[in-house]
């Protein structure tokens, strides 16, 4: 064996025959090398596997669950330092004193008869040994009862717990013991139990080699889920995990990982940390500096976060949901559309499938204005919603059924004529009364024979002549599409024609069936009331195509930066019906005043889970307070009264203290009783809040919740 740890090729075969004496032997070409020089070596997969045999304990909501150890319900009595410590001294100082007392004899020798009663009286000679081993161990014995004694009643215990050795050693050393293979997770006991040993033999191998994430782990096992549930073959399962190990099942884009992570994930819950839940006493006790983590089975409820420019909103909200639900898509479990103005850090590029930069020119990819449906009554709804969403009625009970109206009046006939809906210059043109494009619209209809669509033309003409209509309202939203900087977008992926060509691709949110990852830049900076449509636009195209989908195993999550002007009854109702088709939205505010006072509380009663950053304004944190309620608490009321001495002896006295103190003799009487209080009130939520805290209640799809948590999104 060479130094270098590789065996010289002669020592591999034995030769009992001398060789003569020649030339000396040409050395033996060295064997190749595993990897190129200057490649690190392959990592192994130690670190991997502790992630994946780390427990994760079933918790509240919202607790981060990696490694969580759970704590109890109620906080346990506290003894505060000072006087834990003052009452262990004075214990020992007690004990010490009656050990003096006993062994100078003060108290007499009662204490020494059982010492007498039991030793026989030979032992009691002077200068015998056995007297001298038994007193000894007597007057220990005496003396570790009665330091037991004391301990009790000082409290030892609890300052060694608290102060002694154990409360230096922060974390309890973890068992170096691997489980047991019908229970760690790493041997894939699941494939096993099915009859599929060998996959699962070599998915254990590639783990323990290195060569698997845990964007794997978790993509496989969503491929194992399909195979349970039927919708995939078994033999097609384990085929592709003994052809490509770790690799198998790979997402359509081939990525099996993000190119850059700032959160703290765990695919194995599902969840991404965003804080840690503050040690305060208006939070839990079971909370109290536990990790907060969000995951599916909240922004299934859908998330609501409001607070002022610069409160961590987009940094400490959205990037980590955003990077969560992308982990999701690798992985097969999610489909995801981020929506954020152009630069916002949402992300980059190379993290999503699909981006869509509205008004770039070298944007690869456009916004499908009518959301690939080819049925005109969809497509008016959804348009009307984009367009003139934000002026109906915004009463809950309201919505956009005139606009609508208008709308399928349009786009029905233009469909029957043309096969396809008009392009962003037509629409305007309609929308406008232009005799032109009227003229031939009805042209087409008539050599067609479409009687219906005439009389659906007629009543549209009649109606622009009325003052009032909404047509003219939808033309100028309409207008705000019309610019240069669109001319190449909103084309629709229903036909291609040369009035829609152009170099992008159109895109269409009917893709959500399957693991996309999407992101869409508004183009913020001189067009906001453009943005403001287009949000609207894809949060309209968003429920409507979530709520229609066939196979809801698959979580779609709409992450919508900066939802102002977004938001209106029809808004509402599609956050509502959201929970049901396993599909969520995460909405931000700057303040609520961006909604509509009437969908205010809509709004926060739709969303399960609601966050308040620091930094809100008092009327906002009103509408917090009582969406929140109020909880029973327990209030202790401190009466001081002045205590008044009959006597001259307690006059003197009262006047001694008096002159020591500085202070009347007082009485001290405490009132406990119930009364009902905000868990967090308007004035706390403007100005008792931290920076960079936010207050956050949670709802899962279960039901289950969890109060207002005060969280240190910092942490």
């Given amino acids: 064996m060479d130094s270098d740890g590789t065996q010289d090729a002669r020592s591999t075969h034995a030769n009992p025959v001398p060789r003569p004496a020649g030339p000396p032997e040409v050395p033996s070409v060295p064997p190749r090398p595993a990897r190129a020089p200057g490649m ?93 081993v038994v007193v000894y161990a007597y007057y220990l014995l005496i003396a570790g009862a009665l330091m037991i004694g004391v301990g009790r009643l000082g409290r030892w215990g609890e300052v060694w717990r608290r102060y002694g050795p154990p409360a230096w050693r922060r974390t309890p050393p973890e068992s170096g013991r691997p489980p047991a293979p019908e229970a760690d997770p790493a041997t894939w006991p699941a494939l096993r139990a099915a009859g599929a040993a060998d996959a699962a033999e070599r998915l254990a191998a590639d783990a323990r080699a290195g060569l698997m994430r845990d964007v794997d782990h978790a993509r496989i096992a969503r491929a194992w889920q399909g195979v349970r549930t039927g919708r995939h073959p078994l033999a097609t399962f384990t085929s592709a995990v003994l052809n490509h190990g770790a690799a198998a099942c790979p997402h359509p884009s081939g990525a099996r990982d993000l190119p850059v992570r700032q959160a703290r994930h765990d695919l194995v819950t599902g969840q991404v940390r965003i804080g840690t839940a503050a040690d305060d006493v208006r939070n839990p006790y079971a909370y109290r500096g536990a990790g907060l983590a969000l995951g599916p089975e909240l922004l299934g409820t859908s998330l609501l976060a409001v607070g002022p420019a610069g409160s961590g909103k987009t940094g400490g909200v959205v990037r980590p949901l955003a990077e969560s639900l992308c982990l999701h898509a690798l992985a097969g479990r999610a489909a995801v ?173 009917k893709a959500l069936d399957h693991p996309v990852r999407i992101r869409v830049d508004l183009p913020e900076r001189g067009h906001a009331d453009a943005s403001r449509v287009l949000a609207r636009l894809v949060l309209a195209q968003f429920t409507a195509s979530v709520t229609v989908r066939e196979d809801r195993s698959l979580f779609a999550c709409l992450v919508l930066d900066d939802a102002t002007g977004v938001i209106t009854p029809e808004a509402v109702r599609g956050i509502q019906r959201l929970r049901s088709a396993n599909a969520g939205a995460v909405l931000t505010l700057r303040t609520l005043d961006d909604v509509a006072r009437p969908l205010r509380g809509p709004l926060l009663g739709t969303v399960g889970c609601r966050m308040a950053l620091a930094g809100l304004t008092p009327w906002d944190g009103q509408d917090f307070a009582e969406v929140w309620g109020k909880e029973w608490t327990e209030a202790r009321d401190v009466t001081d009264r002045q205590i008044i001495a009959d006597s001259p002896a307690g006059k003197a006295w009262h006047a001694v203290r008096r002159a020591i103190t500085g202070k009347a003799p007082t009485a001290r009487a405490v009132t406990v009783r119930q009364v009902e209080r905000e868990r967090w009130s308007a004035s706390e939520l403007a100005h008792a809040m931290p920076a960079g805290h936010a207050v956050l209640s949670l709802t899962d799809v279960k039901g289950e919740h969890a109060p207002p948590l005060l969280v240190n999104l910092r942490g």
């Fill in 40 to 132: 690190p070596p392959l990592p192994d997969g130690s670190a991997f596997l502790t992630w994946l045999r780390t427990p994760r304990p079933e918790a509240a909501p919202g607790v981060w669950r990696f490694g969580h150890r759970p704590r109890p319900e109620e906080e346990p009595e506290r003894i505060p330092g000072r006087q834990l410590l003052s009452g262990a001294l004075i214990a020992f100082l007690v004990g010490w004193l009656i050990w003096s007392l006993l062994w100078n004899g003060y108290l007499g020798g009662w204490w020494l008869l059982p010492l007498y009663a039991m030793i026989p009286d030979s032992w009691a000679e002077p200068h015998s040994f056995g007297a001298v």
């Fill in 337 to 509: 559309v981020v929506v954020g103005a152009a630069g916002a850090g949402i992300g980059p590029a190379d993290a999503y499938d699909v981006v869509v930069r509205i008004g770039n020119p070298d944007s690869e990819y456009d916004l499908d204005l009518y959301g690939g449906t080819t049925d005109p009554d969809e497509a008016a709804a959804v348009l009307a919603e984009a367009l003139a969403g934000d002026l109906a009625d915004p009463h809950p009970g309201s919505d956009s059924r005139r606009a609508t109206t208008v709308l399928a009046q349009l786009l029905g006939p233009f469909h029957a004529v043309h096969g396809r809906f008009p392009s962003v210059p037509e629409l305007r043109g309609l929308l406008d009364g232009s005799p032109g494009p009227l003229a031939a619209l009805r042209q087409g209809l008539t050599e067609t024979g479409q009687e219906s669509l005439l009389r659906e033309l007629d009543a549209r003409e009649r109606q622009m002549a009325h003052p009032g209509d909404v047509g003219g309202v939808l033309a100028d939203r309409v207008a705000l599409l019309d610019r240069p900087a669109f001319a190449t977008f909103f084309k629709s992926t229903a036909a291609k024609s040369p009035a829609t060509a152009g170099q992008s691709r159109p895109f269409s949110l």
